[in-house]
């Protein structure tokens, strides 16, 4: 497999660094497995300038893009600009833009392009990803279904292959990128760098998601929000929801699926599990007195919801099995449409 990573100035350094480790280190285990066989892993870096330095300012050496040959792949990481105020000028650079020709130059010659993380954002600026499932970084997600409504935006995954391209979640999901990414070549030596790295499946981004952070994104979304989170206990009523907010539930029902890619009645159920992760965590109440809280009626119904929505049990939730850290409060924003509904 041959495979050009095209590093933009201010890429970010831990993206780059893991997709070049990993493939660093399938091609060491290959020559393990078979001394003598060459690497397995054809890997260039290439520009679009002659001088790029990470975002972190340190030099990147890169081969000029009319060195990338005909490659099998072609690899954008992120570029480290994490909000929208930084993201958008960027995104305007005049090497983004050459880049954004680069890939389609690419494309046409029969390459297929992988993003990972903010460098989902240059993939989709290319026009390419139009018509086709995407993932980014879980924060960004309303601002990439308002930039891009032409792209099937599914901000849970952490992973989506499409066509020929393939996009994955944030951060850390330039790893799993890398990881699938050898997996098209060998699964097999794939399994065995997950070992070496120590690599724990993420399938999902949703446990990472924060609600009332993509509520901020709009500013009646976030006004919904802040009714919902008074009325969990209560039954969810779309009507009231609009009357409270004095608009219609039409606007209403438009504006958050805009924003969040889910119905208010789904969102709402979101801001219930994350208070019955709360209470899991901070509290030594029953789980039927934590359902009945949130507005379920007994704790069995809870219980299958966090199971399907967390992946984990009660007792995994107490122990903060999920992961440490205050951001473990905080449950994921996928609705599933065959959870329980909860009670009017």
Known sequence: MKLSVLALDGCFDTGLSAILDAFTTANELAEMQQPGAGPRFDISVIGVRREVRTGLGMRVPVKPASAMGNPDWVVLPAIATKMPEQLLPALERRDVKDALA?????????????????????????????????????????????????????????????????????????????????????????????????????????????????????????????????????????DAAADALATSTRTLQRRIEAVLGKSPLSYFQDLR???????????????????????????????????????KGVRELRRGAVRSGPAALRPPACPDSSEPAPPR
């Open 102 to 238: 680069l890939l389609r130059d690419a494309h046409a010659g029969g390459a297929r392009i992988a993003a990972a993380c903010i460098g989902t954002f240059v993939l989709a600026e290319s026009g390419l990803l139009d018509g086709h499932e995407a993932t980014t970084s879980w924060w960004l997600a309303p601002l990439f279904r308002q930039r891009y409504p032409q792209i099937q935006l599914d901000s849970a995954r952490m992973m989506v292959p499409s066509g020929d391209f393939t996009t994955a979640g944030a951060a850390m999901g330039h790893l799993d990128l890398a990881l699938w990414l050898l997996g098209q070549a060998s699964p097999a030596l794939a399994a065995v760098v997950v070992r070496y790295l120590l690599v724990d499946a993420r399938p999902s981004q949703a446990p990472y998601m924060i609600p009332d952070h993509l509520a901020r994104a709009d500013p009646l979304v976030e006004r919904f929000e802040r009714w919902a989170r008074e009325r969990l206990a209560q039954g969810f009523s779309l």
């Open 273 to 311: 599990v994350e208070r019955a992760v709360h209470l899991l965590r901070t509290s030594h109440l029953s789980i039927d007195a934590i359902a009945a809280q949130v507005g379920y009626e007994d704790g069995a119904t809870l219980r299958t919801l966090l199971r399907r929505r967390l992946g």
